[in-house]
């Protein structure tokens, strides 16, 4: 029987151009799923996905829309490569954020069609969202959630008219504010003042803040039809940092409720590694592309190892 595994599936800002290519260069198995994905999408996208994934141009990879569809199906199609060769028994899947759909679905809970469609349009709905309420994301260096809470409060304060919340607890001592372009600045400001160092995200707006509360509707009517099974190992929830369990007895309901909370409440990366590293034995591999994941996990548990995928060994 093989070794369990742990399969790590990245979110948007991993995209690259060129991403996927050498997989399926390599592989029929890959080159099948980049094929099915481009059937699906069809030219909603203004080019076939594969394209925009191998040859950009970077601007319209980087674009939410395209970003989503193409990290969701650069890392099924690593997946399917390498597993085609070793037959992975799975311990537990988690994804960063839009990675959440890519773990599901390798861990049998959705379809690939359903995997595919759901993201492309909650890439087009959060993008949608941007563009109507402008905002922004701020990475705050050496802080820990009390102290983001505390310039989020201070940052807003007396102003209902901002919003700014802490969106992503990545790794110890990075944690990512999302809220209005104006409280995004005044945080910057008072993180200064307070010996705290900040990096402003290259992003199109304020991502899992309840600035994407019309993207969240959007996306709850999408879920409403989608099959959803139970999987075939642990996937890890970004809203909870503990593996998706039914709620009142209903598996499907609680994972639709999660995706939905997902886009307006914080991921909790930290805590999902930390749940995995205490709960499954078995190495850890992180699908294609980029090496982000295995860099967030040095800075959470340095005993855990990360193999990454981003091209054929």
Request: proline share 7%; charged share 20%.
């Amino acid at each position: 029987m093989p070794d369990p595994v742990v399969i790590l599936c990245p979110g948007q800002g991993a995209q690259r151009v060129g991403m996927g290519r050498a997989w399926f260069d390599a592989s029929p198995a890959a080159a099948q799923t980049f094929g099915a994905a481009d059937a699906i999408l069809g030219d909603s996208l203004g080019a076939p996905l594969s394209e925009i994934c191998f040859t950009g141009p970077a601007e319209r990879l980087d674009s939410t829309d395209a970003a989503q569809p193409a990290l969701f199906v650069t890392a099924v199609a690593s997946f399917q490569a390498w597993a085609g060769d070793t037959d992975p028994a799975l311990a537990a899947c988690a994804g960063l954020s839009l990675g959440e759909y890519t773990a599901l679905h390798l861990a049998g809970a959705i379809s690939f069609e359903d995997g595919l469609r759901l993201v492309a349009l909650r890439g087009r709905a959060m993008q949608d969202a941007a563009a109507a309420l402008p905002g922004a994301m701020v990475a705050l260096i050496g802080a820990d959630e009390d102290q983001a809470r505390d310039l989020c409060d201070r940052a807003t304060s007396g102003r209902p008219d901002l919003v700014l919340v802490p969106a992503n607890f990545n790794a110890p001592g990075q944690v990512v504010l999302s809220g209005s372009a104006e409280a995004c600045d005044l945080a910057e400001s008072l993180a200064a003042q307070a010996g705290l160092r900040t990096a402003r995200l290259p992003v199109a707006g304020a991502f899992h803040s309840p600035l994407m509360k019309p993207a969240a509707d959007r996306l709850a009517e999408a879920l409403a039809p989608v099959a959803i099974a139970e999987p075939r190992c642990p996937v890890l929830s970004n809203v909870t940092g503990e593996p998706h369990a039914a709620g009142d007895g209903d598996f499907a309901a609680a994972v639709r409720d999660a995706l939905v909370a997902q886009l307006t409440q914080p991921v909790r990366w930290e805590a999902c590694c930390r749940w995995l590293a205490a709960h499954t034995p078995g190495a850890f591999h992180e699908m294609a592309p980029g090496k982000t994941l295995a860099g967030l996990m040095r800075r959470i548990d340095r005993s855990i190892t990360v193999t990454t995928h981003d091209h054929p060994d």
